[in-house]
């Protein structure tokens, strides 16, 4: 059963610092990633996908990296505003076709 | 292209009452995969349709369930409703293969009294 875990469950941080995210999947067998980002009471909105022949994803001051092997992807962003709080998830398809595993998610807060 | 559109937004429904929410997918999707939110359990998968077939089921009692049209719109309905039904449901879309980014709508908060 692949479970998905989040590390930090929150974080902290003043504007401007650069930051990491990481997720970590038992089964690594998977066909991709995908981070969201989640604000308090909405929607998911999808940031980054990233295929497992992939390494790496990049758009705007997010990056993500995925090393199928050991398990990890972690999501990178730089420079980080007040606007970036919200929770961060990462998900990855288990099973056949569309369904979702998700993980706990990081509650990131930028300070001003 | 119009993103996920869920409705209504917001229910408040009372114990026992049935409730029926709606999920339009991007155009051309043909995906619609229904997931709950709560505080304890976090995001859980409820069921997956395409081209108007249940292609996936989470761990949810037969109180659950959907239906997808030919428009590939879909809906959710939850019978007998409890307390702990009380959620967040969202939708997402995708065009139906593991390989496919999923867009999600923006919710349906359910509160049951």
């Known amino acids: 059963k692949q479970e998905v875990t989040q590390i930090p469950a929150a974080l902290s941080v003043p504007e401007g610092e650069n930051l990491v995210l990481n997720c970590s999947f038992t089964?690594?067998?998977?066909?991709?990633l995908q981070w969201f980002r989640q604000d308090p009471g909405k929607g998911l909105t999808s940031l980054l996908l990233i295929q497992s022949s992939q390494r790496e994803q990049t758009s705007g001051r997010l990056n993500a990296s995925l090393d199928k092997s050991s398990g990890r992807s972690t999501l990178y962003i730089a420079a980080s505003q007040p606007g970036d709080s919200a929770t961060y998830l990462c998900?990855?398809?288990?099973?056949?076709?569309?369904?979702?595993?998700f993980g706990t998610g990081t509650r990131l807060q930028v300070t001003l | 292209k119009a993103g996920v559109t869920q409705t209504p937004r917001y229910l408040i429904k009372t114990r026992g009452q049935q409730v029926t929410l709606s999920c339009s997918p991007i155009s051309g999707h043909r995906s619609v995969s229904w997931y709950q939110q709560t505080p304890g359990q976090g995001l859980q998968f409820l069921f997956e349709y395409f081209s108007e077939t249940q292609r996936n089921k989470g761990n949810f009692p037969g109180r659950f369930s959907g239906r997808q049209f030919s428009n590939s719109r879909s809906e959710m309905n939850v019978s007998t409703l409890e307390l702990g039904d009380s959620a967040l449901y969202l939708c997402?879309?995708?065009?139906?293969?593991?390989?496919?980014?999923?867009?999600f709508g923006p919710g349906t908060r359910l509160t049951v009294t």
């Open positions: 089964d690594s067998a998977i066909y991709n």
């Open positions: 998900a990855v398809p288990t099973g056949t076709a569309s369904k979702l595993t």
């Open positions: 997402a879309s995708s065009g139906g293969n593991q390989a496919h980014e999923q867009y």
